[in-house]
């Protein structure tokens, strides 16, 4: 119960709706305090009630402005519902409800060409909880509904958003996993070729009596970021990946090339280009990339060649998303540039401390964007990579040739569970720490992660991963 609720504020002051006024052969329910009016037609006689002009709004105890800090999991959602009567009016339930659905489109793969294009749409719950906040459990619910007076009545609600989601989806086309809750996102694919919206809301129902009484619904949409998943410490070796090419000869003249002669083909120079990153391989939104990135250059040459130059060095980020609608499915990147160096002149065979480390001052601005942390739901995966690509060339003037690493990464957010309290020893903080809520890996994750699954759930109770 949120503090200061104002439950007294005659919240629970109700009455039985059964006022009856009898027109003729037909009987139909009036407010006392509302004006009438009639409609005669033949020997029946309908009596009605002007329409209500009761109000509701939400009322949270945290503003939601694009600046304020998103929801999290294990968060408390409270606040009021405020139910402004004009007048005496009738109600008969006052639910609140928290919900996360994500919403998806694709296109469908085409069964009759001529059709044209068609969608293949879903609906995926994977947060609902609700709560009855009138009348009181122990008023059993009537349809004819209570009367409220005249005034503001304040209802106070509370919800503590899970960790895992839980679907309320039996299709057997899907296989639902026991996976974290994902982020707040909405996104459409090239050519909106796809669709894609994860959407967290408050939903208050006010239901009334009467056929001719529609309910009064009111909603309030959340962000929500979940928390980064439990790791253990970084192990001593980096997450490494490499890739290698042969740098071709400089053509004078143009057309076909020659047969090349036993002496051309010792003059190869094979240039290897290596991206390095702190094991597990995470990166964090709004942080500096822990990056290292190496490059080597093998000279197997007949004479003296010119020597191997690094011109051109660019850092991408690479948003790759999967979204999957029964048999269909599509995949787009997004490409988020990190990094573009053009004017370099560096002598790969000079790099000696490390050998052929490039370095750290050349992207030390490069900054991490505030983007949608990586996740997998039943349906989707939103995966990174960090792209590093590299123009090299024989000789400060020569044809550059280009050389592409990817690794594959997380992107989380930095949310982590909160210490009840920051006036604490060292000792007492990591009593506290092995409280707090296990948070598991990423489904999908486990490989470029390092991570040996010592179970085959993914639930909150599973053990804590550990690395091969």
Known sequence: MAKGSGCDKDVYKYQYYDDIRRCGTAVVGVKRPLRASALCLGSLTITSAKTTSMKVTIQLDRS????????????????????????????????????????????????????????????????????????????????KGFSLQKGVKIFPFQFCIPILSACDDDKITITHLNATLPPSFSVTGPHKRAISEMKYWLKVTIERPGRFKPDIIEEQEL?????????????????????????????????????????????????????????????????????????????????????????????????????????????????????????????????????????????????????????????????????????????HAGRIQMIKTTINVDLHSGIKPALLSTNLSEFEQDMEFEQLPHIPWRVGSEKHLGISRQTGSTSGRAAPPAYY
């Open 64 to 143: 939601l402005g694009g600046h304020d800090q998103p929801f999290t999991n294990t968060d408390s959602v409270c606040g009021f519902v405020n139910l402004n009567l004009p007048h005496e009016d009738a109600v008969t339930r006052i639910t609140v409800e928290l919900s996360g659905v994500l919403f998806s489109s694709v296109v469908a793969t085409a069964i009759n060409p001529l059709a044209g294009t068609e969608h293949a749409s879903d609906k995926h719950k994977l947060l609902h909880l609700r709560h009855a906040l009138f009348p009181p459990p122990d008023i059993h619910a009537s349809p």
């Open 223 to 395: 962000k929500f970021i979940p928390l980064d998943p439990s790791l253990p410490p970084p192990m001593l070796e980096p997450t490494s990946r490499r890739n290698s090419r042969n740098i071709l000869p400089e053509t004078t003249s143009p057309g076909p090339s020659p047969p090349r002669s036993a002496s051309q083909h010792l003059d190869q120079h094979k240039v290897a280009l290596e991206v390095t990153l702190p094991s597990p391989a995470i990166i964090q939104a709004k942080r500096s990339l822990p990056l290292q990135i190496f490059v080597f250059a093998n000279e197997t040459s007949a004479h003296s060649p010119p020597p191997i130059i690094l011109r051109t060095l660019s850092v991408t980020l690479l948003t790759e998303l999967t979204v999957i609608v029964g048999p269909n499915s599509t995949t787009w990147a997004i490409h988020h540039p990190l990094l573009s160096l053009t004017e370099l002149r560096i002598v790969i065979r000079e790099l000696i401390q490390p050998p052929g480390a490039l370095s750290g001052d050349l992207w030390r601005g490069c900054i991490v964007p505030d983007l949608t942390p990586s996740f997998t739901t039943c349906t989707h995966m939103q995966q990174h990579f960090i792209v590093v690509t590299a123009g090299i060339s024989r000789g």
